[in-house]
């Protein structure tokens, strides 16, 4: 095992995922507890494959296109995406909304792939595009099938973004337990006031959340009866994504 490169790898998503407009070789030392020359150096090479690019004027080091480029050729062979196609035509056809695939990466949702609604009022996201994993369908799909204790080890506090946003540790679990035991998540105006959505989890043939097929659409179109209606065709083409992937578990109950 080279240990080197583990460091390297280390300060590297360090880089990436901490908050800030760059950070410091004392911020990233203090974070990964490694020596100061130690990280002065790992940075050095990182920037000079041109993973990183160090601001002269602030001292600090932020991560490049590099891992864009990087992100963006494995995206074009992600297996999910492969899968998702027939299943995002089949739900846009049933709905007339916005279709989602999306992944779960910490406490935010990334659209890997969308069918835009032929309606002329529809939700804006794009491909590539972050949400806060807990007041948007998908994610909620997701985070009710995490491991225990993953929410808090990702995050202390919920932040408002609007004013149906659950902020509340406890509500938002109960909501996830409702999401296992009726099949799919909710998300009333809780990322945006007027935009609603509901979303199932995909699993694959290791029994793994692996992304969430979902819909989105403004909630005058999308209301609780409406997304009644709808639940059971998100719930079957989430299922026969999965079972595409090799999935036979029995998450989608009567479904299955």
Not at 27 to 33: D, S
Not at 213 to 231: D, K, Q, W
């Amino acid at each position: 095992m080279d240990k080197t490169l583990l460091k390297g790898l280390a300060v590297l998503e360090a880089v990436v995922e901490l908050d800030g407009p760059g950070h410091t070789i004392e911020e990233l030392a203090v974070q990964l507890n490694l020596t100061r020359s130690n990280v002065h150096r790992t940075l050095q090479t990182l920037a000079y494959a041109g993973y990183l690019i160090k601001d002269e004027a602030t001292g600090r080091y932020r991560s490049t296109m590099r891992l864009f480029e990087l992100g963006a050729k494995q995206l074009a062979q992600f297996d999910v995406r492969r899968f998702a196609a027939p299943f995002m035509r089949n739900l846009a056809e049933a709905s007339g909304e916005t279709v989602h695939l999306s992944v779960l990466e910490g406490m935010d949702v990334v659209y890997i792939d969308k069918i835009d609604s032929p309606q002329p009022v529809r939700s804006y996201t794009f491909i590539g595009g972050r949400a806060p994993a807990y007041a948007v369908a998908t994610g909620k799909a997701m985070l009710a099938y995490q491991p225990d204790g993953y929410i808090e080890r990702h995050t202390k506090t919920l932040t408002r973004h609007s004013r149906s946003t659950i902020v509340s540790m406890p509500v938002l679990k109960k909501q996830l337990a409702k999401t296992v035991r009726v099949g799919y998540a909710v998300n009333r105006g809780e990322w945006r006031d007027t935009v609603g959505g509901l979303a199932a989890a995909v699993f694959n043939g290791l029994d793994q959340v692996v992304a969430a097929l979902g819909i989105s659409g403004p909630m005058e179109r999308l209301s609780v009866a409406r997304m009644n209606e709808l639940a059971p065709a998100v719930m079957l083409n989430a299922m026969q994504m999965s079972r595409a992937m090799g999935y036979r578990g029995g998450h989608f109950g009567k479904l299955a």
